[in-house]
């Protein structure tokens, strides 16, 4: 796909989790499994300074849903919104002037924090408090110039733990944690291109040594937009990896609703009327599930013809979705579970005969589509205006609007894009003035680069150029520079970070808990030979799983241990002999296969290399 005729443009908004403590209170920010107590909001909108409401916090007031609010043990009535926020966090405005050098923008004269409208429940107060640092900074990489439109430090959001119907159940540990929200311009032309600059960002944000570590505690919205489009918000996309694939998806989305658009225009079609029609009466005795069960439940079975929109709701023949996915969307905002169109019909239960009776009804001719829901009658209907609005706007082509990721790449209707009328002053926080003084301090003791950082691992440490690189882009150089330092063994340290954890979480496993002091001590008893290098994984692993953090215990219950040079040898021997005929057969080559048999037998207990050259010379005697 030549990305630079369609126009893309991408820009980015890195959210990233400080350490500091939270940001208008002293609590803890540290997210635990359990709560203390809970309470019940409805949250409604507000009007702006200049009297409008803004238009996503209308459609989040007109899901009508109830929040539950889970306190946790270290939370206090700022969060819950029952005592005013305290003066900001010092250490958390440190940290956002640091990028803003970091990222050559010029820090504003004086910090102001302002309420955005926000009533997803994701908030007690049904605002976030955020506030503008710096403007107007710049990212340079390979000969590229990104520009920084802000930065920014705000609030985090409640963590959402359950939904169920209209009531959504939050906890307040993650809610008031410090955010630096980083802003670039739309400089970005390619996938890939958004990847890079998150991970340049996502370095810079690590080297201040300010920033929490784990997954969710860096997100990033994408801006994305294509020539004839529109600009759509991909928000809270948490896995660096599947970026070039979301800004790929999207660019396809907005492809065929041109193409939707271009086939309507051709056509003549106009804007449909939202005028329903209850089928309850014809579909009654019908096979389909859905149907069978609202008349069942005394709902109806209501429709809205669609002049001229034959063919542009189903998916293209590459599967990419075009109307219909997008109309069942904004439907389900009116609570209903979803909606049969007739480019998927007949299907679902419903059969050729029942739409022919559904077309008949509707008078529907061959360039004509209908959209078809059952469920409560005052929720069908209010879905189906909402659905006739969405195939309305798909004569324009692409709305702006903001979707969430799903895990395959894609992305789902979620809101409107926000506006400027959701931004009103915070009266509770106090103004902060930027002193010279301090701003100065901080230049003076800026952290080192990330590319420094990777050149002294090379030379101090004899790390490989993507080893250091790879140490950088996990997050965790400080912890392994501590230990390295300390302890020596930078190459099995480095492998702790760099492959050991990445494989622990990709088991489902949390690393949170495997702090620096935990393998601290972990090291010492490798360093004293205890066990071998290829049991760390397996030890780290079992701590986690049994919540034992304890590395003598670990080593008790998995009997690693240190094997002496007679055991060895007998133990390669005997294999040696076992395998005869294997390894006349392979030769040398027999060796890898044979080093695997050895240390699964030994567990960790013997370094690799030792387990090498006693295989090795019982093999060439053999051969010999």
Known sequence: MDYRTLGLRVGLEIHQQLNTGKLFCD????????????????????????????RAALEEAERKLQFRYQSVSCSCLVEADEEPPHDANKMAIGAAMEMTFLLNATPVDEIHFMR????????????????????????????????????????????????????????????????????????????????????????????????????????????????????????????????????????????????????????????????????TQLLTGSECGVIASAIGSGGKVLTVKLPKFANTLSRTEDGVSRLGAELAAHARVSGVKGLFHSDELPGYGITDKEVELIRGALKVGEEDAFVLIADDAERAHAALVRAVDRANAGLDGVPEETRDPLPDGKSVYSRPLPGKDRMYPETDVRPIRVDGEVLESIRLNMPELPEETVARFVKDFGLSKSQADALMNSGYDDEFELLAKSLGNAQVVARVYIHTFPELEKAGLSVARLDVELLRALMTQFREGVFAKEAVPELLAWMVRNGSYDVSKAVEHIGVGTVDKETLDALCERIVTEREEFIRERGAASLGPLMGVVMKELRGKVDGQVISEALKEKIERLLS
């Open 27 to 54: 609590c803890d920010s540290t997210l635990v499994d359990d709560h203390r107590q809970e309470f019940v909001r409805m949250l409604r909108p507000t009007q702006s300074e200049m009297g409008e409401i803004d």
């Open 116 to 279: 955005k409208i926000v009533i997803d429940g994701s908030n007690t107060c049904g605002f976030q408090r955020t506030a503008l640092v710096a403007t107007n900074g710049l990212l340079e990489m390979s000969g590229n110039r990104i520009s920084i439109l802000s930065v920014c430090l705000e609030e985090d959001a409640a963590r959402k733990i359950s939904e169920q119907g209209s009531e959504v159940t939050y906890r307040l540990d993650r809610l008031g944690i410090p955010l630096i929200e980083i802003a670039t311009g739309p400089d970005i032309s390619t996938p890939e291109g958004a990847r890079q600059v998150a991970l340049r960002l996502g370095s810079l944000l690590r080297a201040t040594r300010k920033v929490r570590r784990g997954i969710g505690t860096i997100r990033e919205d994408l801006n994305i937009s294509i020539s004839g489009g529109a600009r759509v918000e991909v928000k809270g996309v948490q896995e660096l990896r599947l970026l070039p694939v979301y800004v790929e998806e999207e660019v396809k989305r907005q492809l065929a609703l041109l193409e939707v658009k271009d086939l309507l225009r051709r056509r003549g079609a106009g804007k449909a009327s939202a005028e329903v029609t209850d089928l």
